[in-house]
């Protein structure tokens, strides 16, 4: 095979793997605000409220103004542990002190209800965790995985 035609098989493949790869990712521009519209007509957020700035502090130690947008929902009851966050980062660099955050949740809760909660331990122990592009998702439900799911087609529209 000539050089000529190994260059152009080489950049129509690199063409098409573009194009393909471009379709499955991440629409960045998304505003935390669609993202949850989305979700809300795939899934329920079963025994849980939407939370505030405040409920973000209290839980994660987070501040809402230092990301692009937040999305949480918090536990009905002090004896559930539903609940729902996701995060737009400002940028990427976020992400790993937004992942200890979310550390010390999961920790926070299994030391809250070791003892006298096995259900909620198995529960809290079976959470969902996804970064994806600009966004992190952290979920503790019985349906977690579905509302995962429903955050990753949310984000691909």
Do not use: H, W
Request: glycine share 4%.
């Amino acid at each position: 095979m000539n050089i000529k035609l190994k260059k152009k098989l080489l950049v129509a493949t690199l063409l098409v793997t573009t194009v393909i790869t471009a379709g499955c990712g991440v629409n960045n521009n998304k505003n935390i605000d669609q993202i949850e519209a989305s979700m809300k007509q795939e899934v329920q957020f079963a025994k849980m409220e939407k939370g505030d700035n405040k409920s973000l502090k209290r839980f994660y130690k987070l501040n809402a103004n230092d990301y692009d947008g937040v999305v949480l929902y918090i536990p009905k009851s002090t004896m559930d542990v539903n609940e729902v966050l996701i995060v737009k980062v400002k940028d990427k660099s976020q992400i790993e002190s937004l992942e200890d955050s979310i550390d010390s949740r999961i920790n926070y809760q299994l030391q809250s209800f070791s003892g006298y909660g096995p259900e909620q331990c198995a529960l809290v122990n079976n959470y969902e965790l996804k970064t994806k592009g600009n966004f992190v998702f952290f979920a503790i439900s019985e349906n977690a995985e579905q509302i995962k799911e429903a955050f990753l087609d949310s984000i691909k529209q």
